[in-house]
């Protein structure tokens, strides 16, 4: 069983930067893949970042490339998310998840996160 909580959302103007945290619990958070999702309001969940359990391989979505970096500290059982110039669009409810292998698709993931709000400002 692994419990993970999101942390470090907020309100930001565009073009400025958050950095969220994901604390899990359990010994066995080596082993996980992480990814990272987002829900905007009357939208579907979407992918934004997955990283494996090393650290060593990342992926992004096509829309936060370049801009958001996923990263993990298998010593804190952390996974994190910087997110750098923000816009508008990246405004939602960002969740992490934790699954047995990292992916693209919600359905990979085993455990999830009550989620952290993101609101970017015009």
């Known amino acids: 069983q692994v419990q993970l909580v999101e942390s470090g959302g907020g309100l930001v103007q565009a073009g400025g930067s958050l950095r969220l945290s994901c604390a899990a619990s359990g010994r066995t958070f080596r082993r996980y893949g992480m990814g990272w999702f987002r829900q905007a309001s009357g939208k579907e969940r979407e992918f934004v970042a997955a990283?494996?359990?090393?650290?060593?391989?990342?992926y992004y979505a096509d829309s936060v490339k370049g801009r958001f970096t996923i990263s993990r500290d298998n010593a804190k059982n952390t996974v994190y998310l910087q997110m750098n110039s923000l816009k508008p669009e990246d405004t939602a409810v960002y969740y992490c998840?934790?699954?047995?292998?990292?992916?693209?698709?919600?359905?990979?993931?085993?455990?999830w996160g009550q989620g952290t709000q993101v609101t970017v400002s015009s």
């Open positions: 990283i494996i359990w090393s650290g060593y391989t990342t």
């Open positions: 998840a934790a699954g047995p292998r990292e992916g693209y698709l919600g359905s990979q993931y085993d455990y």
